[in-house]
C-alpha cells in the first residue's frame, strides 16, 4: 500500500480499523502511525504526494508518447492468439 492510497483513503473517511481491514499487508499500528504523521505535517505530505503526482503524470506522457497506447489491446490479443496456434 502506498502512502498515496492511506491518505486517499483515509481522507475518504475510512477509520484506521477500515483501512487495516481493507488493505491487510499493513498492520493497524502502522495505520495509525502513518496517520499520525499526516496529521501532524499535512501540508508537507500534500507537497510531496502533489509531487509525486506530477511525476507520475510527466512519466505517464513520456510513456505515451514513446509507445503508442492506441490498440494495444487489440494487438496483445493478436499476439495471444497467434502464441495459442
Keep these: 500500500m502506498t502512502l498515496d492510497t492511506l491518505v486517499a483513503t483515509f481522507e475518504d473517511g475510512a ?3 477500515e483501512i487495516a481491514q481493507q488493505f491487510p499487508s499493513v498492520e ?5 502511525a502513518v496517520i499520525a504523521y499526516y496529521l ?22 513520456q510513456n505515451e508518447q514513446r509507445f503508442d497506447p ?10 495471444q492468439r497467434a502464441s495459442d496456434i
Design 70 to 79: 492506441v490498440g494495444v489491446r487489440e494487438r496483445l490479443l493478436r499476439r
Design 15 to 17: 477509520t484506521p480499523e
Design 40 to 61: 501532524e505535517r499535512r501540508t508537507d505530505v500534500r507537497a510531496y504526494l502533489a509531487k509525486r503526482e506530477a511525476t507520475r503524470e510527466l512519466v505517464r506522457s
Design 28 to 32: 493497524l499500528a502502522d495505520v495509525y
